[in-house]
């Protein structure tokens, strides 16, 4: 998940400049987005530049606090357990006061997050917000183009743009397209073609029979 590999649009162009620009207010900034959106493979390229240290809140539990001027990422925090979140408020503490930075991610912005303890959600929703929106025609191509790419599967020139006008907007309906095409062009022993494509999207009733898509 390397830098050169995110593809940046403008749905993500705003949240790309933030995480990656640094010199965030406080040394702290929360990404949110849809599943799928990119949040992983962008915060883990901000981690890479700043040697962070990248923790799931499933299984955040305090423990050490961090070198003065550390930088950590926590990755999905509406899965933070209860029991971490006095220990995450110290340790929100200890990095302000020792310079560090920390990124969190999660699908939601953080007043939206179940957080039990008065403080520390104050000091969470307090966090700079970067959000991948709904993605553009640009991006849903770029990400079938990867999903295809990473299956093996070539589809015909044409074939992508097509898919892209006529599916719905959002990053789960790209991933579940390209996991459809998948299974059925290999276990058809088929190739990726823009007639097959709608053959099977029909099939499937993700198309009318008249080449759009269903409600």
Same mark, same amino acid.
């Given at each position: 998940?390397?830098?050169?590999?995110?593809?940046?649009?403008? @749905?993500?162009r705003a949240a790309h400049a933030m995480v990656t620009g640094g010199g965030w207010p406080?040394?702290? %900034? =929360?990404?949110?987005?849809?599943?799928? =959106?990119?949040?992983? #493979?962008? =915060? #883990?390229? *901000?981690?890479?530049?700043a040697a962070a240290r990248v923790i799931a809140a499933a299984g955040f539990h305090g423990g050490e606090l961090p070198a003065p001027g550390a930088a950590l990422v926590i990755e999905d925090m509406e899965s933070l357990p209860r029991a971490a979140e006095e220990p995450l408020f110290h340790l929100l503490n200890h990095l302000a006061a020792t310079g560090g930075r920390i990124l969190v991610t999660a699908a939601s912005p953080p007043?939206? *997050?179940?957080?039990? %303890?008065?403080? %520390?959600? @104050?000091?969470?929703? =307090?966090f700079p917000l970067a959000r991948i929106e709904a993605p553009d025609d640009a991006l849903l191509a770029a990400i079938l183009a990867k999903l295809f790419a990473d299956r093996g599967l070539a589809p015909e020139p044409g074939l992508i743009p097509w898919l892209v006008a006529r599916m719905e907007r959002s990053f789960a309906a790209a991933r579940d397209l390209a996991l459809l095409l998948e299974a059925t062009a290999l276990s058809e022993g088929r190739a990726l073609t823009l007639p097959y494509a709608r053959a099977v999207l029909m099939r499937a009733g993700v198309l009318d029979k008249g080449g759009d898509a269903s409600a």
């Open positions: 998940m390397g830098a050169g590999d995110f593809f940046v649009s403008g @749905s993500n406080g040394g702290r %900034l =929360a990404l949110t987005g849809a599943r799928g =959106a990119g949040k992983t #493979h962008l =915060a #883990h390229i *901000w981690a890479g530049s007043a939206a *997050w179940t957080i039990a %303890l008065p403080d %520390l959600a @104050s000091r969470l929703q =307090a």
